[in-house]
């Protein structure tokens, strides 16, 4: 039996690297309610619910408090200085992550050899030919 499940892999491996279109993705992904995610962005700072008493000008704080370092960070974190430099930083890391895909892809047998595979095929055709590499070697 557990030669059948490993030919079964073997099998399943052969037809990603042949054609990896032909495998099916079996993901789910489960969607967060925007309500709870909007939830966790909302700022400690005050609300019109906090006015103080017997004033008209507008929305005021009861009490002065100094800012929290969670408040000093989120304050810091809206600045345009800081937000151009966060997206510089993301957009070189997300560069380096698709060329080192590329260059994995360029190790993977297809057919055709130029053929477009999505990152997640990558991934899984890499682990196949990894596994078909380490049983050739333990032959």
């Known amino acids: 039996m ?10 399943l491996c052969v037809k990603m690297m042949l054609s990896p ?8 992904w489960t969607q967060s309610d925007p309500e709870s995610l909007l939830g966790g962005l909302k700022s400690a700072g ?8 017997g004033d008209d000008r507008g929305p005021k ?7 929290s ?4 960070r989120r304050r810091r974190r809206a600045t345009a200085k800081y937000r151009s ?4 930083r993301e957009r070189i890391r997300v560069e380096a992550f ?7 892809r360029k190790l993977l047998p297809t057919l055709p ?15 196949c030919y990894i596994s078909y590499l380490n049983h050739v070697l333990d032959v």
Do not use: M, W, Y
């Not at 557990?2 to 099998?11: E, M, P, Y």
């Open 113 to 127: 050899p130029d053929k477009k595979l999505s990152k997640i095929e990558i991934l899984r055709l890499a682990i």
């Open 85 to 88: 430099a966060h997206a510089t």
């Open 2 to 11: 557990k030669f059948l499940q490993k030919s079964g892999f073997r099998l």
């Open 98 to 104: 698709n060329v080192a895909f590329a260059e994995l």
């Open 61 to 67: 704080c009861k009490s002065e408090q100094p800012l």
């Open 21 to 28: 279109d032909q495998a099916e993705a079996d993901l789910s």
């Open 46 to 53: 005050c609300t019109s619910d906090d006015t103080a008493e």
């Open 69 to 72: 370092r969670e408040e000093k």
